[in-house]
Nanobody, 123 residues
Framework: QVRLVESGGGLVQAGGSLRLSCAAS???????MGWFRQAPGKEREFVAG????????HYAESVKGRSAIFRDNAKNTVYLQMNSLIPEDTAVYYC?????????????????WGQGTQVTVSS
């Protein structure tokens, strides 16, 4: 059983940056990892994903060019660097782990989830 713990969220002004972290424990880190977000009243949506080796990444159009996902397998941690934040980025951000080594954009493709970290971008 893999346990995922997100951190790094907070309140930031528009145009600012945040780096989110997701630390995994309780198993191997041989998972495809994804970042999703969920705003109040909306469905959970894909933000970015990365394969086990880190060689394959995929981004939602809404964050492409402003965000970077990367991982440190020695630390069992995946990161999401977000720059040029806008108020529409406000949401709870979740990381998910997927057994299959293919990045997926739908939440139900992921097997494990963290508890989420709140990101609030003020205008």
């Amino acid at each position: 059983q893999v346990r995922l713990v997100e951190s790094g969220g907070g309140l930031v002004q528009a145009g600012g940056s945040l780096r989110l972290s997701c630390a995994a424990s309780g198993g191997t880190f041989s998972y495809t990892m994804g970042w999703f977000r969920q705003a109040p009243g909306k469905e959970r949506e894909f933000v970015a994903g990365i394969s086990w080796s880190g060689g394959n990444t995929h981004y939602a159009e809404s964050v492409k060019g402003r965000s970077a996902i990367f991982r440190d397998n020695a630390k069992n941690t995946v990161y999401l660097q977000m720059n040029s934040l806008i108020p529409e980025d406000t949401a709870v951000y979740y990381c998910g782990a997927r057994i299959y080594n293919i990045v997926a954009v739908t939440p139900n493709a992921y097997d494990y989830w963290g508890q989420g970290t709140q990101v609030t971008v003020s205008s």
